[in-house]
Each structure stands twice: as C-alpha cells, then as structure tokens.
C-alpha cells in the first residue's frame, strides 16, 4: 500500500539556521508529492506541492524536489525563522481525481528560537 | 481560491451524548469529502470517505455506526459522533477538492477542524 515516512521531531533550530525535513514514500505508479504546514491553533496549508519526478516544489523560501529514484521528498529551507515554527507533513495522493484521498506522515515539529 | 469550513471548530459534550460535526465546501462544489482524525502529536488518520448521494467509504478500524457520515448536497458533508466517549476526544478534520483537471491542478483542501472534548 501506499505510505509517507518522515523524520520524527521535534526539529529545534536557531533563528537562520538550515532546516532539512526528510521524507520518503511507497507508492505503485506515480503519485504527487505534497508538503502541508499546521501552525499552532490553524488548520493544515498546503506549503508546496509536485506531481512528477525531478519537479521541484517551492514557496515562503520551502523547496522540495520530487526524487523517483530515491522515493524522496525532502522539505528543505536555507534560512529559517521564528514564524516557521509549526508541524510540516509529507503527504502523497495517488492521484489528482476527486476521490482520491492524502495519505500522511506522522508530521515533524519544527521549533525556531530567535 | 477553494475554501472549505467547518463547524463548529470547538465541543465540549458530556459522555454518551451525540454531536454533530458540518464540513462545507463554500466556493466548490464536491462530490468527495474525506474525514480525517488528528490525534495529540500524530498525523491524520483518514476515517473515511464522503460521498455526495451514496454511503460514506470507511476506513478498516473505523466503526461506522459510531461516526456517522451523510454527504446531503454537493456542498456539505456531516459527521456525527454517536454516543460519544473521552476516548473519542480529537481533533476532526474534513477536507474536498474541486473536483479532476490538470494533473496536480485540484490540490486537496482542508477545514480549519473541530476539536471534539468528551467530558
């Protein structure tokens, strides 16, 4: 079956630092690639998203490359801030059809000090 | 863009009352919704998928007589937690998408979730 694997947290880092959040997937054929954020009190956001390998998903200074050959999709900033402090999740959709669901890592916690 | 609300976001019952969870789809229609539990410090757990017209899709482990699932309209989905328990305190979280396009195109949107206390 289809399944996310992510580091676990907590992830604490200081305020510029390089933030690296692994994640890996199994998947049969080709699914998209997302990465969400949860902010503390808010709802899931879609951070960055790629639907095919080599893609390279970017937003807020994020990036994430879709890598089939690794089954990998690394969350990735080079300069972190207080204000990114909340739990990223990997997640996969087998496909774009309304039916079909996200499947999620367990999330990472990100923790930023000044 | 998509938007999709909840309501309420916070419920605070007593045990073995019944309370009922709205999802909306506000600028979109959808004929899937899917219902995901978020438990302390964990990822979600999809529950189980709505559909528009015909009977919810639950998950392996999920007891449907226990969370009710009714997809009334093209813009609204429910789910009721049946005599309720402490066990089933969580954070419940509904999400849909647009509906096919562009590969990638329709990305998944999620509500903002309603925190469920079991008293």
């Known amino acids: 079956g289809n399944s996310v694997t992510q580091m676990e947290g907590p992830v604490t880092l200081s305020e510029e630092a390089f933030l690296t959040i692994n994640c890996t997937y199994t998947?049969?054929?080709?699914?998209?690639l997302f990465w969400y954020v949860q902010y503390p009190g808010e709802g899931l956001q879609l951070l960055l998203k790629?639907?095919?390998?080599?893609d390279k998903g970017s937003n807020k200074g994020f990036e994430a490359t879709y890598r089939k050959e690794t089954t990998s999709f690394h969350l990735e900033k080079g300069s972190v801030q207080v204000s990114d402090s909340a739990v990223y999740f990997c997640a996969l959709s087998a496909s774009n059809q309304a039916g079909t669901a996200l499947i999620f890592g367990k999330g990472t916690t990100l923790s930023v000090s000044s | 863009g998509a938007v999709v609300s909840q309501h309420p976001s916070r419920v605070i019952c007593k045990s073995g009352t019944s309370v009922k969870i709205e999802c909306r789809s506000l600028?979109?229609?959808?004929?899937?919704m899917f219902w995901y539990r978020q438990f302390p410090k964990k990822s979600l757990m999809l529950m189980a998928t709505?559909?528009?017209?015909?009977?919810?899709?639950?998950e392996q482990g999920v007891e449907k007589d226990k969370f009710l699932i009714n997809h009334a309209s093209l813009t609204l989905s429910t789910l009721t937690v049946t005599s309720a328990h402490p066990e089933d305190s969580s954070f419940y979280i509904c999400?849909?998408?647009?509906?096919?396009?562009?590969?990638?195109?329709?990305?998944?949107?999620f509500g903002a979730g309603s925190r469920l206390t079991v008293l």
């Open positions: 709505s559909n528009e017209g015909s009977k919810a899709t639950y």
């Open positions: 998947a049969t054929g080709y699914p998209s």
């Open positions: 790629a639907t095919k390998a080599d």
């Open positions: 600028d979109f229609q959808a004929t899937t």
């Open positions: 999400s849909a998408r647009p509906g096919t396009g562009p590969p990638g195109a329709n990305v998944l949107t």
